[in-house]
């Protein structure tokens, strides 16, 4: 198997380099995505460059910001961004899949399985996994609002340590919601990752970390 030479040419566009070795195991991710894509709607994102340019970029950012060891549930999986990435991004790192969607969930567990990866898939709603799992931090991207994900976190911050949220532009937006709801109460949030999202300088992409403020979230402060 070698490397698609549209894949190659996107990820030099996008400036990114990557070993070949994990190159390749990303090319199979996708080229499996795409083939699931036709029978199911798991992404937009149908070409070399959409995927380097959206799908990897975010997971890239998000990668190095995730320690050796750690325990990482995907919330919301979709279509596996970006925790099958991430698996094969940090070896180093343990990742669990959540995917409500029976459909969905059924078809990651066959794409986890193709590609030989060590990556459980929970069928099931994230409340009802945080009940008998513990995760050191949950990754999510275009799941909800950062409100949304405060109220649904408020009962389960024994069961995690840390949220870690890959957003958009709206960001700011999100934040200003969360703030005048009080979903931020007792919670601290940082922007931890910026990056552009294209040519337009004023459109950024960004990961927040949010953690409980006080002692239990002391090692993040």
């Given amino acids: 198997m070698s490397l698609d030479p549209e894949f190659a040419a996107a990820l030099a566009a996008n400036s990114m380099e990557i070993d070949e070795v994990i190159a390749l195991k990303l090319q199979s991710y996708a080229e499996a995505m795409w083939r699931w894509n036709e029978q199911l709607n798991l992404t937009r994102h149908t070409s070399w460059d959409l995927f380097v340019s959206r799908d990897l970029r975010d997971c890239l950012q998000l990668a190095p910001?995730?320690?050796?060891?750690?325990?990482?549930?995907?919330?919301?999986?979709?279509?596996?961004?970006?925790?099958?990435?991430?698996?094969?991004?940090?070896?180093?790192?343990?990742?669990?899949?959540?995917?409500?969607?029976?459909?969905?969930?059924?078809?990651?567990?066959?794409?986890?399985?193709?590609?030989?990866?060590?990556?459980?898939?929970?069928?099931?709603?994230?409340?009802?996994?945080?009940?008998?799992?513990?995760?050191?931090?949950?990754?999510?991207?275009?799941?909800?609002?950062?409100a949304k994900f405060c109220r649904w976190m408020e009962p389960h911050w024994a069961s995690a340590d840390r949220l870690l949220l890959i957003k958009g532009p709206k960001w700011v937006e999100e934040r200003g919601e969360a703030r005048h709801l009080g979903s931020l109460a007792n919670l601290q949030l940082r922007r931890v990752a910026t990056y552009p999202l294209g040519d337009d300088e004023a459109s950024e992409g960004v990961i927040l970390q949010i953690w409980p403020a006080g002692p239990r979230g002391a090692r993040y402060n």
């Fill in 65 to 146: 910001l995730l320690e050796a060891g750690e325990e990482v549930l995907d919330l919301g999986s979709g279509n596996g961004i970006p925790g099958i990435p991430l698996a094969i991004l940090r070896p180093d790192i343990e990742v669990s899949l959540a995917e409500s969607v029976a459909k969905r969930a059924n078809a990651l567990g066959e794409i986890v399985e193709e590609l030989a990866l060590p990556v459980p898939v929970y069928g099931a709603r994230g409340e009802d996994l945080l009940e008998d799992f513990r995760f050191s931090s949950i990754v999510s991207r275009a799941v909800g609002s950062i």
